[in-house]
């Protein structure tokens, strides 16, 4: 399993509509007369009805529909290849957890793959490798998804099995006990035992005194050794509800039949009371947060985290864009500076957090021997002073809305690549088609907006800073 990463975007683009984009769109859906027949005789959680059709991109068409029961069905139809993508997306991940519980929902990504009723563990796996199929899954502060890219002759198997861990899952002493001890072991090696996990966490912890976004995804080591049997159930049976899943579909699929192997499989679960989400608002920053840890490392490093806008908020594609110039490549400003002309570091990163709620402008750079944190931070702050102070360049603007429209539409290339930022998109902002309303906000993004966001949120006052310290065992033992 994989826990987080980044999300650029998704499809291959086709080529431009000639036809009226509304018309191309509606046809896209089965008509009232399909539906009505798929209906016929159906319990009513099993009913399924179309909410409305999303254009994505010029000439491609999101069909949204939902079961009586809640669960929502995106579809995407793409015959490019003979395959399809079967995503299933829960609105949790760790800002749903309570303190003390920290952790459960990426402990599930971990039992989701296990016994479910009459079929045994390791089924699951098994029948999707002799189906030609792969299948992963990921964890998150606002999410958990799960996905299959199948050959399109079985897709049945796909849905069948999907549904099945949807609403059997076996939850037992010996099952949750196991995944309870991988999970230690994979926050031993991922955060414990590692520099840059350890610190990630450090920095988040620091930033937010009150958002669940202060605990990692992974959980605490005391949470995860406490968990019961009976909070798995209880976690299992709030989230894990149709009403609370958006299943993303894309590829060489036969519309009709498609939904109706959803309707049987899906169409007895029934709808859970979602709890409403009770997440404090972090509160205002004054003041700058700072520490120094030694770590196990050969050189230092620095790690600060600005406040940063909520991934739906208008300044967080200036933002990312102001990211990219200072952070991305070989030409970038940061890299230029810090790594080229003073040769004081050897790595420079950053990123702007893609969370539903405000994150953080992440920084981390990495020194040459002998180079010390503060060196580094004062070198950082150089760059940062000059982007808050004078706007960009023309050049330097259109280069990097170049990259990141690239990269965008590169991400949208697969099957696969379509239905993650379809589902992303869905979960996080409710906007199944927002990859290309993103798109369009990175085209029109001008040095002005970059030169807005980095005055709004390029302030010392609303930042953490984190020095990395070497070891004195570790950094005496490298070359100079």
């Given at each position: 399993?994989?826990?987080?990463?980044?999300?650029?975007?998704?499809?291959?683009?086709?080529?431009?509509?000639?036809?009226?984009?509304?018309?191309?769109?509606?046809?896209?859906?089965?008509?009232?007369?399909?539906?009505?027949?798929?209906?016929?005789?159906?319990?009513?959680?099993?009913?399924?009805?179309?909410?409305?059709?999303?254009?994505?991109?010029?000439?491609?068409?999101?069909?949204?529909?939902?079961?009586?029961?809640?669960?929502?069905?995106?579809?995407?139809?793409?015959?490019?290849?003979?395959?399809?993508?079967?995503?299933?997306?829960?609105?949790?991940?760790?800002?749903?957890?309570?303190?003390?519980?920290?952790?459960?929902?990426?402990?599930?990504?971990?039992?989701?793959?296990?016994?479910?009723?009459?079929?045994?563990?390791?089924?699951?796996?098994?029948?999707?490798?002799?189906?030609g199929a792969e299948t992963n899954?990921?964890?998150?502060?606002?999410?958990?998804?799960?996905?299959?890219?199948?050959?399109r002759d079985r897709i049945g198997?796909?849905?069948?099995?999907?549904?099945?861990?949807?609403?059997?899952?076996?939850?037992?002493?010996?099952?949750?006990?196991?995944?309870?001890?991988?999970?230690?072991?994979?926050?031993?090696?991922?955060?414990?035992?590692?520099?840059?996990?350890?610190?990630?966490?450090?920095?988040?912890?620091?930033?937010?005194?009150?958002?669940?976004?202060?605990?990692?995804?992974?959980?605490?080591?005391?949470?995860?050794?406490?968990?019961?049997?009976?909070?798995?159930?209880?976690?299992?049976?709030?989230?894990?509800?149709?009403?609370?899943?958006?299943?993303?579909?894309?590829?060489?699929?036969?519309?009709?039949?498609?939904?109706?192997?959803?309707?049987?499989?899906?169409?007895?679960?029934?709808?859970?009371?979602?709890?409403?989400?009770?997440?404090?608002?972090?509160?205002?920053?004054?003041?700058?947060?700072?520490?120094?840890?030694?770590?196990?490392?050969?050189?230092?490093?620095?790690?600060?985290?600005?406040?940063?806008?909520?991934?739906?908020?208008?300044?967080?594609?200036?933002?990312?864009?102001?990211?990219?110039?200072?952070?991305?490549?070989?030409?970038?400003?940061?890299?230029?500076?810090?790594?080229?002309?003073?040769?004081?570091?050897?790595?420079?990163?950053?990123?702007?957090?893609?969370?539903?709620?405000?994150?953080?402008?992440?920084?981390?750079?990495?020194?040459?021997?002998?180079?010390?944190?503060?060196?580094?931070?004062?070198?950082?702050?150089?760059?940062?002073?000059?982007?808050?102070?004078?706007?960009?360049?023309?050049?330097?603007?259109?280069?990097?809305?170049?990259?990141?429209?690239?990269?965008?539409?590169?991400?949208?290339?697969?099957?696969?690549?379509?239905?993650?930022?379809?589902?992303?998109?869905?979960?996080?902002?409710?906007?199944?088609?927002?990859?290309?309303?993103?798109?369009?906000?990175?085209?029109?993004?001008?040095?002005?907006?970059?030169?807005?966001?980095?005055?709004?949120?390029?302030?010392?006052?609303?930042?953490?800073?984190?020095?990395?310290?070497?070891?004195?065992?570790?950094?005496?033992?490298?070359?100079?």
């Amino acid at each position: 399993c994989c826990t987080g990463g980044t999300h650029k975007l998704g499809p291959r683009l086709p080529m431009l509509a000639t036809t009226n984009p509304a018309s191309s769109a509606r046809k896209a859906a089965l008509s009232d007369a399909a539906l009505a027949s798929l209906n016929e005789g159906k319990p009513e959680n099993a009913r399924i009805q179309l909410v409305r059709v999303h254009p994505f991109g010029p000439a491609m068409s999101i069909a949204e529909y939902r079961l009586g029961n809640g669960l929502t069905v995106l579809v995407l139809k793409d015959d490019s290849a003979p395959v399809v993508s079967y995503h299933t997306w829960f609105s949790v991940g760790s800002r749903h957890e309570k303190p003390g519980k920290t952790g459960l929902a990426h402990l599930f990504e971990h039992l989701m793959f296990n016994e479910v009723e009459g079929r045994p563990a390791g089924t699951f796996d098994r029948l999707l490798e002799e189906a030609g199929a792969e299948t992963n899954a990921a964890t998150w502060v606002d999410w958990t998804f799960y996905h299959e890219n199948v050959p399109r002759d079985r897709i049945g198997l796909v849905i069948q099995l999907e549904a099945e861990r949807m609403g059997k899952l076996v939850l037992r002493d010996p099952q949750v006990t196991s995944e309870k001890e991988v999970v230690a072991n994979e926050r031993r090696y991922r955060v414990e035992d590692d520099v840059e996990g350890s610190v990630n966490e450090l920095l988040y912890k620091l930033a937010f005194t009150q958002h669940a976004y202060g605990w990692p995804t992974i959980g605490w080591m005391e949470d995860i050794q406490g968990f019961t049997t009976d909070d798995c159930v209880a976690f299992y049976r709030t989230f894990y509800a149709p009403n609370n899943a958006t299943l993303v579909i894309v590829g060489d699929v036969k519309e009709r039949e498609l939904l109706s192997k959803i309707q049987a499989a899906y169409g007895y679960l029934e709808p859970a009371v979602l709890p409403i989400e009770d997440v404090h608002p972090e509160p205002p920053q004054f003041e700058e947060r700072r520490t120094s840890v030694t770590k196990p490392t050969p050189t230092a490093k620095i790690a600060l985290g600005y406040r940063g806008p909520a991934f739906g908020d208008a300044d967080h594609v200036p933002l990312t864009v102001l990211a990219e110039i200072l952070f991305s490549g070989r030409s970038s400003r940061v890299y230029r500076s810090l790594v080229q002309e003073k040769e004081i570091a050897t790595e420079v990163r950053g990123w702007v957090s893609t969370f539903r709620d405000p994150g953080l402008f992440e920084m981390y750079v990495t020194a040459r021997p002998g180079k010390t944190s503060a060196e580094l931070l004062a070198a950082l702050d150089e760059e940062i002073e000059r982007v808050v102070r004078e706007p960009v360049s023309e050049d330097e603007l259109a280069k990097v809305k170049a990259k990141v429209e690239l990269s965008l539409l590169q991400s949208l290339e697969t099957a696969n690549g379509k239905a993650e930022q379809i589902g992303f998109y869905a979960t996080v902002l409710g906007d199944p088609a927002g990859a290309f309303a993103r798109l369009e906000a990175y085209r029109r993004t001008s040095v002005s907006d970059v030169l807005r966001a980095a005055r709004r949120y390029l302030v010392r006052s609303q930042r953490t800073v984190i020095e990395v310290q070497p070891e004195a065992s570790v950094a005496t033992a490298q070359p100079s």
